[in-house]
């Protein structure tokens, strides 16, 4: 998936974003569908998180639905997230090249999923 870094720019793992929202929607298939018998380990609620999320292993699933997934952050230099709804077999892709402000990254992910979720509902 994505580009290989450029072994001499020792920056570029700390704050590039080298998948592409293509990479990001194939591994959101895989995860849809879960392909490997081990995703499905990832996908299940571990602990209490907020008051909106559950905690799985690297996922955070939403608590009034964890059939949907989804896990986002960044560094000072990029902004990504990843929003998956396994039921309705639809997932949102969110990648900056610049840091978001503290959450936004995760409302425009949940905005477009949401909206996708609900095309699959007519």
């Not at 969110?94 to 840091?99: D, G, S």
């Amino acid at each position: 998936m994505g580009q290989q870094w450029d072994k001499g720019n020792f920056i570029s793992p700390a704050g590039a974003v080298s998948s592409t929202a293509d990479d990001l929607l194939k591994y959101a298939k895989i995860n849809m569908d879960e392909d490997k018998p081990y995703l499905s380990f990832c996908h299940k609620k571990y602990a209490n998180g907020t008051k909106k999320f559950d905690m799985g292993l690297g996922w955070l699933l939403l608590k009034k639905n964890n059939n949907v997934i989804l896990h986002g952050g960044g560094t000072g230099c990029f902004s990504s997230f990843l929003g998956i709804d396994k039921e309705k077999k639809v997932a949102s892709v969110v990648l900056a090249n610049y840091r978001l402000s503290r959450n936004k990254d995760e409302h425009i992910g949940m905005s477009l999923l949401e909206s996708l979720q609900n095309s699959k509902d007519i």
